[in-house]
């Protein structure tokens, strides 16, 4: 199975409201929830796709009972979630009916306790048995070391199974130096990581701070990999309008869908342009149109080269 | 026991944040929860002066497990809510550290069936036979007919048990017409219901409309009654500044209580109006402050006149 890590899961919740206003009162016409936080998402998107997926991290409370609640009705998914005495966080996006605007609200998470972070690091070491892959994803709750996805990657690496590292800041930064297989930063984050805007510098540059291979999402542009096999880009083939939430976990749900099926990198690269932009275009958040995605594997279009092996 | 009944009770989530802007994503700094709807706020109130009270209304859902396990843990208040399939909405206070202003954004509420109101009415007859008054508060979740208050006001009375009605708009327009002993509008309330911005005038129309007393809030400025008893006015030492949230939740907890404790009108009037302002001074929204109010009990000005017995 693959196993996707979300240290710090959520309740996703999304409000309509009429027009939101700071100062004022506002009546929500619609609610809807679901379990989130990016190692989540990539891994519903994997179950989609058809792959066997474990998901784990921490919850707790009421609101982590509900997330595991809704996650056992996800078809392929199964719930390694390792409870805590705080409770998970929730995230609010009020969707504004009148610009179509997102604003967002998030709580922090709870404050996960050493034992807390121990025991999961047991667990963690036990998934790693049957795990063909790992996908470490998001931000880390109060509590946990800055380093821990340093860690986590070399757990994984010494057992020789292939890790994604998906997450952002000094997290990202301490992450890297541990040899991750992959890493796949927004411009944000790789501009963060290594002071540069340039895409193909920074990309390069990150590669050089340990990352095995570095893909890029670029946004509406589609992804650049530079990876030890060569360099590509994939480009979707109209540049992505839509609602970007989800984009860059389906891009992630991709490159290990890519990776589980032993697909050369220009396959991966097309899967996961493909998911991403399929997501991006999707009228729910979050959430895939599989015709869209089938269709745009077609018409993605990849340009690089293999190195000379 | 007092019974308060809350139709569409909710777990209160306040959220602070930096500065709320539009189209931002924002951490939310802190985040508290506690179980609300204005009859549970009435309740509380009650409960810290030393009353014996029974919330009831509906309750459902993840969010309503957190309510009860919280109401739980309130000395003096007993759990009497009607279980039902849908579930308890939430509402978000969002403060703004930076201005001070909240936020409101409130969820509708879940779907009454006809079977969970009937369900209801039967659990509240049930309640009136050990009840000394009746408090029927704030709005109707969807689902409930809007007449819900005059059948649940007709029910009190037949049975001698004196009822207090807190709602607005066409709620509160038919509740009325089946004579509650006590409203309590706000100047907006009162002005929705007769056509009048003037108060003393639509507080009179307000009772030619059914109610035995009206009590309208007038906000800074205290309470206006016109009852059988005669019609007075209840002023606070200085024009209340603060947060309002569940000022008028604490009037209504202190007429109540005054009634409870066969208390002449000024004297009820007295007792709303330091608790209302205890409230609004409070630093935690919607607690009161004992030594305030206990302070105020004393500042509270009361004047008007008995009507000749």
Not at 130 to 152: H, K
């Amino acid at each position: 199975m693959i196993l996707t890590v979300t240290l710090n899961t959520a309740l996703d919740i999304t409000y309509r409201v009429r027009s939101l206003r700071p100062h004022a009162s506002h009546r929500v016409s619609e609610v809807t929830e679901r379990p989130g936080g990016k190692g989540v998402n990539v891994a519903r998107v994997l179950a989609a796709l058809g792959h066997e997926v474990t998901v784990t991290g921490f919850t707790g409370g009421a609101t982590g009972r509900v997330v595991r609640e809704q996650l056992a009705a996800v078809a392929g998914v199964a719930d390694a979630l390792v409870p805590v005495s705080g409770t998970t966080r929730r995230t609010i996006a009020v969707v504004d009916d009148r610009t179509g605007d997102t604003t967002q609200l998030n709580e922090p998470g709870p404050v996960i306790t050493p034992a807390e972070w121990s025991a999961f690091q047991d667990a963690y070491a036990g998934l790693l048995a049957s795990a063909s892959a790992v996908a470490l994803c998001g931000s880390l709750p109060p509590g946990v070391p800055v380093g821990a996805y340093a860690g986590l990657v070399r757990t994984a690496r010494s057992r020789g199974i292939p890790v994604l590292l998906d997450t952002s800041g000094e997290p990202l930064r301490r992450g890297v130096a541990a040899r991750p297989d992959i890493i796949k930063p927004n411009a944000d984050e790789l501009a963060e990581l290594t002071g540069s805007h340039e895409p193909l510098r920074a990309t390069q540059d990150a590669r050089r701070r340990g990352a095995g291979a570095v893909v890029a999402s670029l946004g509406p542009e589609g992804l650049l990999a530079v990876t030890r096999d060569g360099r590509w880009r994939a480009t979707p083939p109209l540049p992505v309008r839509g609602n970007p939430t989800g984009a860059g976990d389906s891009a992630v749900a991709g490159l290990l869908s890519g990776l589980a099926d032993h697909l050369p990198w220009p396959d991966r690269l097309t899967r996961a342009t493909a998911l991403s932009a399929a997501t991006a275009q999707s009228p729910v958040a979050g959430e895939f149109d599989r015709g869209v995605y089938e269709e745009l594997l077609q018409r993605v279009a990849v340009s690089g080269e293999a190195d000379a092996a």
